[in-house]
């Protein structure tokens, strides 16, 4: 398996632009997360995934942000207007089941840094 | 409100010696911890985790404390190799909490040669 895969690896856009970033979980996972990285807070949950349907949604930071899973294998992470402070590294996440033990741990992408001027 | 905290930002430790990393949380429901380590333009991936049943786990170099009653575990990493270079981040979670893990802030782990 190639893993998480993220899209793109690098985003700069201009402030007011909507920002699509983009995740292809591990085939089989039922569990997606979404994970910004900040200096402040470490890598902060935004929202996660089971089935295909958003569990918890309550750290998405405001209504400019957006995320949808059409289907297991694709997921959309949307902001729109973006703005300078949004600049951050976003990773994308996968896992298999509940946790229980060793084996069900996140599996992180690469990340998409995202700088907003 | 940071649940999981690392206060050390960076760490530096002679190529051979030991490495201690710590992390503190508050969430006394938090019975299942990790640590990750994430390398440079990549994400971070899983290095070992402990449940709250137990109080030690050991991987090869790696060996993860827990002492719940302190809210308290470290990540053990010996002997250092420069190859241990990277941020290392403590995770928890609990089962009231579903599948969601927090994170600390990270720790800057550099092995000198």
């Known amino acids: 398996d190639a893993g998480v895969i993220q899209s793109p690896r690098h985003e700069v856009t201009e402030m007011g632009q909507e920002v699509t970033l983009r995740c292809k979980p591990i085939s089989g996972h039922d569990y997606l997360f979404w994970y910004r990285q900040t200096m402040m807070r470490g890598l902060e949950l935004l929202i996660y995934f089971n089935n295909n349907v958003p569990i918890d949604d309550s750290g998405m930071p405001e209504d400019r942000f957006s995320a949808k899973m059409p289907n297991a294998s694709f997921s959309t992470l949307k902001i729109q207007p973006s703005e300078p402070r949004d600049s951050a590294v976003y990773f994308c996440a996968s896992s298999f089941g509940v946790k229980t033990s060793g084996a069900n741990v996140l599996t992180f992408g690469a990340g998409s840094r995202l700088t907003v001027l | 409100d940071q649940q999981v905290k690392q206060n050390s930002p960076s760490l530096s430790v002679q190529e051979g010696r030991i490495s201690i990393l710590n992390c503190d949380y508050t969430n006394s429901m938090f019975d299942y911890f990790l640590w990750y380590k994430k390398y440079p333009a990549e994400g971070p991936t899983f290095l070992i985790s402990i449940s709250s049943i137990k109080d030690k786990n050991e991987d090869g170099r790696f060996t993860v404390f827990l002492n719940k009653s302190a809210k308290h575990l470290s990540l053990h990493i010996v002997p250092s190799q420069p190859g241990d270079s990277a941020v290392y981040f403590c995770?928890?979670?609990?089962?009231?909490?579903?599948?969601?893990?927090?994170f600390g802030t990270g720790t800057s782990l550099t092995v000198i040669p």
């Open positions: 995770a928890a979670s609990a089962r009231n909490t579903g599948n969601q893990f927090y």
